[in-house]
């Protein structure tokens, strides 16, 4: 689902942009990085079960998460657009 989204380019990047768009409900998931920080996760967990969109844990830290994107950057939290 994830190699999808970014080879489709509807990716989501970012807390602030990501919380948007849960509360938007323009997301159908959302995947979050290993060292999150504890209040975004908390955040996104709660919005993510009010929209529905599903909430995934990914198993690698924000470098990883952001290489796998193909961004320069580390990226903590993004989403996948509906």
């Keep these: 689902m994830l190699k999808d989204a970014?080879?489709?380019?509807?990716?989501?990047?970012?807390?602030?942009?990501?919380?948007?768009a849960i509360k938007n409900d323009s997301v159908s998931a959302v995947f979050v990085s290993s060292n999150c920080p504890a209040d975004v996760k908390k955040d996104v967990a709660y919005y993510g079960s009010v929209s529905k969109a599903e909430v995934v844990d990914f198993?690698?830290?924000?470098?990883?998460?952001?290489?796998?994107?193909?961004?320069?950057?580390?990226?903590?939290?993004?989403g996948i657009e509906k």
Excluded: H, T
Aim: charged residues 15%.
């Design 59 to 78: 198993s690698g830290n924000a470098a990883q998460l952001g290489q796998f994107c193909g961004k320069p950057f580390k990226i903590a939290i993004l």
């Design 6 to 20: 970014v080879k489709a380019g509807k990716l989501v990047i970012g807390a602030k942009s990501v919380s948007k």
